[in-house]
């Protein structure tokens, strides 16, 4: 009886994801700023995790990848927070406050 358990158990294949994990860029134009990270629920909140590089052209960029689904973030700028002003999409949060929302398809 063990034995066939067994059997059983050996031959069972995990289920493969059908989600694919797909690059994502975050980027922010502040050429006059000194500091800008991401804070996300994909990074915990940590404002200190994901610092941005900025380019030659002033703008900031930070890619991840990230499975399908909804993202909510926000931007940590000289130590101030800001949703990203091209983001269109944006999560209410009590007391007024709010969210930017990136979507993964």
Not at 18 to 31: C, D, W, Y
Not at 61 to 78: H, K
């Amino acid at each position: 009886m063990n034995r066939r358990w067994m059997m059983a158990k050996k031959s069972e294949k995990k289920p493969q994801s059908t989600e694919k994990v797909k690059k994502r860029e975050f980027s922010l134009s502040a050429p006059q700023t000194q500091r800008v990270s991401i804070a996300a629920e994909f990074n915990q909140w940590n404002p200190s995790s994901h610092p941005m590089k900025m380019d030659d052209e002033g703008i900031w960029r930070i890619s991840f990848a990230l499975n399908p689904g909804q993202y909510e973030y926000r931007f940590f700028v000289d130590g101030e927070w800001q949703n990203d002003p091209n983001c269109f999409s944006s999560v209410e949060k009590p007391f007024g406050a709010s969210n930017s929302l990136k979507i993964v398809k």
